[in-house]
């Protein structure tokens, strides 16, 4: 008997998302030579998730990150560090989104073997943040609105 499984990702229910707050932002996504332009509504819940939502409702991309780390992409889901090369850099994002209460305030640089990442934080929260990927021809620039 031949088992064949392939483009199977984990699965398990979903957490309902109950939204606290939320930050209107700008959004440009390069992959390679295509590059997206959306606005975006980066959310946060009370449990501590973070979900962001590309376009329109209904929105035409969501993505979104558990306190637990369980990353939901479109056609992907599983721990946020299994994250496929072409999600790290969203996987990144939420990441630094769902943390931003701990970052110092001002500009920082962050270099990691896998990304560059430079973050603007106020004391209104985050102002920009900026990742491109060292794996892959990828990157992604969001400019919170105030």
Same mark, same amino acid.
């Given at each position: 008997m031949l088992l064949l499984? $392939?483009?199977? !990702? !984990?699965?398990?229910?979903?957490?309902p998302f109950v939204t606290a707050s939320s930050q209107s932002a700008v959004v440009r996504w390069q992959q390679g030579g295509?590059?997206?332009?959306?606005e975006a509504v980066c %959310?946060? #819940? @009370?449990a501590g998730a973070v979900?962001? $939502?590309?376009? %329109?409702?209904?929105? %035409?991309?969501?993505?979104s990150l558990e306190p637990d780390g369980w990353f939901i992409a479109p056609g992907?889901?599983?721990?946020?560090? %299994? !994250?496929? *090369? @072409?999600?790290?850099v969203w996987a990144s994002f939420l990441t630094i989104f769902q943390? !931003? @209460?701990? *970052?110092p305030l001002g500009e920082?640089? *962050?270099h990691t073997p896998a990304a560059r990442v430079a973050v603007d934080k106020t004391r209104g929260?985050?102002? #920009? *943040? #900026?990742?491109? #990927?060292? @794996?892959t021809a990828e990157s992604l620039s969001v400019v919170f609105h105030k």
């Open positions: 499984v $392939a483009g199977c !990702a !984990a699965s398990r229910e979903a957490v295509r590059v997206f332009v959306r %959310e946060r #819940s @009370d979900r962001v $939502a590309l376009g %329109e409702k209904p929105a %035409e991309r969501q993505f992907w889901s599983g721990e946020v560090g %299994e !994250a496929t *090369l @072409d999600l790290t943390n !931003a @209460d701990r *970052l920082r640089e *962050l929260g985050l102002r #920009s *943040l #900026s990742i491109r #990927s060292q @794996d």
